[in-house]
């Protein structure tokens, strides 16, 4: 009995032993990540971003109201390299939630179709003069990007109706005619904006676009602007926009990871294209089989879209795309948010002189950051992208505005009755 109590207290001591150095090397290891994490913290490479404001008091109280953009930015270490900070977040940031969404799919008049994305959580409880923010995703994407769910869910924490649109063909929908999208085509964009603003007539609307989203975003803008119509919009955002698509494609064409990115974007935009290979393939102009092997944007676009939009070359195309043109007709109150170290919106395409003339736009360029990167913000590596607080503290002053104005309307229209 006695050498089976020794055994058994001898177990049982071995087992408290043992339990106690696993708490110890527990310990030691959590406190060596903490130690860890706050010297990594400690080097972060910060800098202030550079600000560009058109000449407009407006503006710039509305950049005041914004003190997220203007904070110092703090690369996430180890990731402050352009195509670390590209790559990463492209396969490995994830929306902080599961987005679900209701999908609408939306004919137009040349018997094509878009679809937008509505937000199912929460939607239905928001005020009807909620602000409505539309997002247009980057090249061949849409509402299940990780870049855009963040945005819905940010938006929505800070009360906005988000809606995802997406181009024909992006995020599952249908392409229903032989025609494809562009960075120059804004006719989807011009009938769903009538039709959103009819339906919220008495919400603040907003866009936000990035990347080709942000592209014809602007265009749509300027063009408007140029019209001499008052804006639909009554602010927008626009992020990592490739602004001149000739430079843009030329820093791609030159350069070894340019290549990569134009490669795999080609690769996106052939997945889009694979289900409706069929129905090109009698386009008069469309070359479907080079379309369906295209190997870089470049490709796609010389096989495909300039051909379905009446461009001689893919360089006309180009030329006749970028939506620095169009920014000294925009009238909408616009925020741009580049990174300087943008392997495809690269910075030599940054507009900065146009944006410097209009009253109405403001630019931030951080000095990192990647292509839709960012990754210096709460929650790092895999929380929201930088610019997202402070575009929505941008959008929350303009609804500031609106409804300061709407104010002050009512209040003349009491007085002289």
Same mark, same amino acid.
């Given at each position: 009995?006695?050498? +089976?109590?020794?055994? @058994?207290?001898?177990?049982?001591?071995?087992?408290?032993?043992?339990?106690?150095?696993?708490?110890?090397? +527990?310990?030691?290891?959590?406190?060596?990540?903490?130690?860890?994490?706050?010297?990594?913290?400690?080097?972060?490479?910060?800098?202030?971003?550079?600000?560009?404001?058109?000449?407009?008091?407006?503006?710039?109280?509305?950049?005041?109201?914004?003190?997220?953009?203007? %904070?110092?930015?703090?690369?996430?270490?180890?990731? =402050?390299? #352009?195509?670390?900070?590209?790559?990463?977040? +492209?396969?490995?940031?994830?929306? *902080?939630?599961?987005?679900?969404?209701?999908? !609408?799919? @939306?004919?137009?008049? &040349?018997?094509?179709?878009?679809?937008?994305?509505?937000?199912? !959580?929460?939607? !239905?409880?928001?005020? %009807? &003069?909620?602000?409505?923010?539309?997002?247009?995703?980057?090249?061949?994407?849409?509402?299940? $990007?990780?870049?855009?769910?963040?945005?819905? /869910?940010?938006?929505? =924490?800070?009360?906005?109706?988000?809606?995802?649109?997406?181009?024909?063909?992006?995020?599952?929908?249908?392409?229903? @005619?032989?025609?494809?999208?562009?960075?120059?085509?804004?006719?989807?964009?011009?009938? /769903?904006?009538?039709?959103?603003?009819?339906?919220? *007539?008495?919400?603040?609307?907003?866009?936000?676009?990035?990347?080709?989203?942000?592209?014809?975003?602007?265009?749509?803008?300027?063009?408007?602007?140029?019209?001499?119509?008052?804006?639909?919009?009554?602010?927008?955002?626009?992020?990592?926009?490739?602004? $001149?698509?000739?430079?843009? &494609?030329?820093?791609? %064409?030159?350069?070894?990871?340019?290549?990569?990115?134009?490669?795999?974007?080609?690769?996106?935009?052939?997945?889009?294209?694979?289900?409706?290979?069929?129905?090109?393939?009698?386009?008069?102009?469309? &070359?479907?089989?080079?379309?369906?092997?295209?190997?870089? @944007? =470049?490709?796609?676009? %010389?096989?495909?879209?300039?051909?379905?939009?009446?461009?001689?070359?893919?360089?006309?195309?180009?030329?006749? +795309?970028?939506?620095?043109?169009?920014?000294?007709?925009?009238?909408?109150?616009?925020?741009? /948010?580049?990174?300087?170290?943008? #392997?495809?919106?690269?910075?030599?395409?940054? *507009?900065?002189?146009?944006?410097?003339?209009?009253?109405?736009?403001?630019?931030?360029?951080?000095?990192?950051?990647?292509?839709?990167?960012?990754?210096?913000?709460?929650?790092?590596?895999?929380?929201? *992208?930088?610019?997202?607080?402070?575009?929505?503290?941008?959008? $929350?002053?303009? /609804?500031?505005?609106?409804?300061? $104005?709407?104010?002050?309307?009512?209040?003349?229209?009491?007085?002289?009755?």
């Amino acid at each position: 009995m006695k050498s +089976s109590a020794v055994i @058994v207290y001898g177990l049982g001591f071995a087992a408290v032993a043992a339990a106690a150095a696993t708490f110890t090397a +527990s310990t030691l290891l959590l406190s060596l990540l903490a130690a860890l994490t706050a010297w990594l913290d400690s080097h972060r490479s910060a800098a202030a971003p550079e600000v560009i404001v058109g000449a407009s008091e407006v503006t710039r109280r509305r950049l005041e109201a914004s003190p997220a953009l203007l %904070e110092r930015y703090r690369a996430f270490p180890g990731l =402050r390299n #352009p195509h670390f900070a590209t790559i990463f977040p +492209s396969f490995l940031r994830a929306a *902080p939630q599961s987005v679900a969404y209701r999908r !609408e799919c @939306v004919r137009m008049a &040349d018997g094509g179709h878009v679809t937008l994305d509505w937000p199912l !959580e929460r939607s !239905e409880a928001l005020p %009807e &003069d909620a602000p409505l923010l539309l997002l247009l995703s980057g090249i061949a994407g849409g509402s299940a $990007d990780s870049y855009v769910q963040h945005m819905v /869910v940010d938006a929505r =924490r800070a009360g906005y109706r988000a809606v995802a649109f997406n181009s024909r063909g992006c995020a599952g929908g249908p392409i229903t @005619v032989p025609q494809f999208y562009s960075a120059s085509w804004t006719g989807d964009l011009r009938e /769903v904006v009538p039709l959103l603003r009819a339906r919220h *007539p008495s919400a603040p609307f907003f866009a936000c676009g990035w990347s080709l989203g942000a592209n014809i975003l602007v265009n749509f803008l300027g063009e408007e602007g140029a019209k001499g119509h008052p804006p639909i919009l009554q602010g927008a955002v626009s992020l990592c926009n490739p602004f $001149d698509l000739v430079t843009c &494609d030329a820093a791609l %064409e030159s350069t070894f990871m340019g290549r990569i990115y134009s490669r795999s974007m080609g690769a996106g935009l052939r997945r889009v294209f694979a289900p409706h290979a069929a129905l090109f393939a009698e386009h008069p102009s469309v &070359d479907a089989s080079g379309t369906a092997a295209a190997q870089s @944007v =470049r490709q796609f676009d %010389e096989c495909m879209t300039r051909r379905t939009f009446g461009f001689d070359s893919v360089d006309a195309y180009y030329r006749a +795309s970028g939506s620095r043109y169009r920014l000294s007709h925009v009238n909408t109150p616009l925020l741009c /948010v580049q990174a300087a170290d943008d #392997p495809i919106a690269v910075d030599q395409a940054v *507009p900065r002189e146009e944006i410097a003339n209009n009253p109405h736009a403001a630019l931030i360029v951080t000095p990192s950051g990647g292509h839709l990167g960012w990754i210096a913000a709460e929650g790092d590596p895999f929380g929201s *992208p930088w610019p997202y607080r402070g575009a929505l503290q941008w959008l $929350d002053a303009r /609804v500031v505005e609106l409804r300061a $104005d709407a104010g002050t309307g009512l209040k003349s229209m009491a007085v002289s009755s």
